[in-house]
């Protein structure tokens, strides 16, 4: 059974910096590409940052120079590194893996509010 647990989350000020984490198991999860995901209030989900099996790396440009995504295999995590927050960050972030076969798991998403 395939398991994905968010944590990291909080209230921070404009300016501030939060690390997030999502531990998979029950997956080989160096062979999964994996997503951040994140969703404000009123709005759709939106891609945030990602990560090949190969460690390959793209973001949005809403977040671009300010989050960096990365994962620790031998702790089959991935992280999101958010420094220079914004008030316009605020969201619930959710972890997404995406197994060789294209099947797909959600974390149950971990709450970040940047107060200005």
């Known amino acids: 059974q395939v398991q994905l647990v968010e944590s990291g989350g909080g209230l921070v000020q404009a300016g501030g910096s939060l690390r997030l984490s999502c531990a998979v198991s029950?997956?080989?999860?160096?062979?999964?590409?994996m997503e951040w995901y994140r969703q404000a209030p009123g709005k759709q989900r939106e891609l945030v940052a990602q990560?090949?099996?190969?460690?390959?790396?793209s973001y949005a440009d809403s977040v671009k120079g300010r989050f960096t995504i990365s994962r620790d295999n031998a702790k089959n995590t991935v992280y999101l590194q958010m420094n220079s927050l914004k008030p316009e960050d605020t969201a619930v972030y959710y972890c997404?893996?995406?197994?060789?076969?294209?099947?797909?798991?959600w974390g149950q998403g971990t709450q970040v509010t940047v107060s200005s």
């Open positions: 029950g997956t080989m999860f160096s062979n999964n590409h």
């Open positions: 990560i090949s099996s190969s460690a390959v790396t």
């Open positions: 997404n893996a995406i197994m060789p076969s294209g099947r797909k798991y």
